[in-house]
Nanobody, 121 residues
Framework: QVQLVESGGGLVQAGGSLKLSCVAT????????MGWYRQAPGKQRELVAS???????NYADSAKGRFTISRDIAKNTVYLQMNSLKPEDTAIYYC???????????????WGVGTLVTVSS
């Protein structure tokens, strides 16, 4: 079973920075894409940023120029560096990983439990 452990959320003032981390543990044969989603109160979950096994990245328009996604393949870890944070970035941030578990040949989607980011004005 693949599990995701997120860390790095918290309270920050507008204009500040936070770095989120997500480690994938368990029997993992390979990892395809990794990414971060967020869900604000009363809103649907939305993609923030993703990164493929080849290193290609994709960002939501709201994240471009402020957030940077990166990964450490050896550590099965994905990061989200968030700069110039705004109150509207307040949300629960979820790690998402598409990985091939050790007993399979197919990729599956896994989710973390989420980490709360609160940006005060």
């Amino acid at each position: 079973q693949v599990q995701l452990v997120e860390s790095g959320g918290g309270l920050v003032q507008a204009g500040g920075s936070l770095k989120l981390s997500c480690v994938a543990t368990g029997r993992i044969k390979s990892i395809n894409a990794m990414g971060w989603y967020r869900q604000a109160p009363g809103k649907q979950r939305e993609l923030v940023a993703s990164i493929t096994s080849g290193g290609s990245t994709n960002y939501a328009d709201s994240a471009k120029g402020r957030f940077t996604i990166s990964r450490d393949i050896a550590k099965n870890t994905v990061y989200l560096q968030m700069n110039s944070l705004k109150p509207e970035d307040t949300a629960i941030y979820y790690c998402n990983v598409n990985a091939v578990p050790g007993d399979s040949f197919y990729g599956r989607n896994y989710w973390g439990v989420g980490t709360l980011v609160t940006v005060s004005s």
